[in-house]
């Protein structure tokens, strides 16, 4: 049976950290899986060299994710843009890459109809990951830590019948210091877009998914695919929107049942062939672990 797909002018993910064990990999590829883009923008700390190079985290699901951008690269003739973050610093040195349609880079001007939004990762703007690379490491650490326990208290959470809960975003909400490094991170690059005569600014980075005006600058944070599971989507019209996952799978599943409807209504059995996407790819890539 032929997938369904939505649609979208452009498509920007960030903070997936593949090789990582929180990393919600099954969504995120169920996302690509079922969009479809003009433009895919991946914002930075998609692949977590710090955390590979600690322990490794790397399976067969984390190459699926890079095969199913290739796939779009190559057989949707999608524009790849890859922006390098903190977490995947390594391709600091090598930059900026060009292979065709895909653009390896550490900044990027995308043209809107209302004009330049200036994409960059965002880690240039936290001191911390800047000027003591040891302490954000350290930092990486205790985060990590954190999400192991709320994996734990999510399956307590999930016995009771309970919903899922976020432990470190709950922190996040509730320690002021936190609170006030987004506001300054976010005025930071509010500052920085104007400097750019841009009229707005998309990065990822603090895993804070976000759509707002600050001032007259569009400010637009695409989240993460650790905790938020979201992405920053653009319609042919303009419009941007943070588009969660369980949002998507319901306009997903809608369209789907829509469909179903309407040949269900002309008689017609869906006799399509399957696409190459529904198949499982078992071949891994030369850099999977």
Known sequence: MKKTTLSYKTIILSDVHLGTEDCKIDEVNHFLKHTHCEKLVLNGDIIDGWSLARHG????????????????LEKRNTEVIYLRGN??????????????????????????????????????????????KWLAV???IGYQSLLKLNRVYNKYRAW??????SLSKAIKARVKS????VGKYEEQLQSFAEKRNCAGIICGHIHTPDNKMIGNTHY???????ESLTALVE???????????????RRLDEKTQLKALKKLAAGEADLAPVEEDDLEINMPLPFAS
């Open 57 to 72: 985290g790397w399976n067969e699901k984390h190459t699926r994710f890079i095969r199913l951008v290739l796939k779009k």
């Open 87 to 132: 977490h995947d610093d390594i391709l600091t040195r090598f930059l900026p890459l060009f292979f065709g349609k895909l653009r390896i880079v550490n900044e990027h001007i995308h043209e809107g109809t209302k004009g330049n939004y200036l994409v960059v990762h965002g880690d240039g703007f936290d001191a911390v990951t800047m000027n003591h």
């Open 138 to 140: 350290l930092g990486d």
């Open 160 to 165: 009771r019948g309970k919903e899922y809960f």
């Open 178 to 181: 936190a609170v006030s490094f």
């Open 220 to 226: 637009l944070n695409s989240g993460d695919w650790v």
């Open 235 to 249: 319609y042919e019209d303009g419009r941007f929107e943070v588009i969660g996952y369980p949002e998507f799978c």
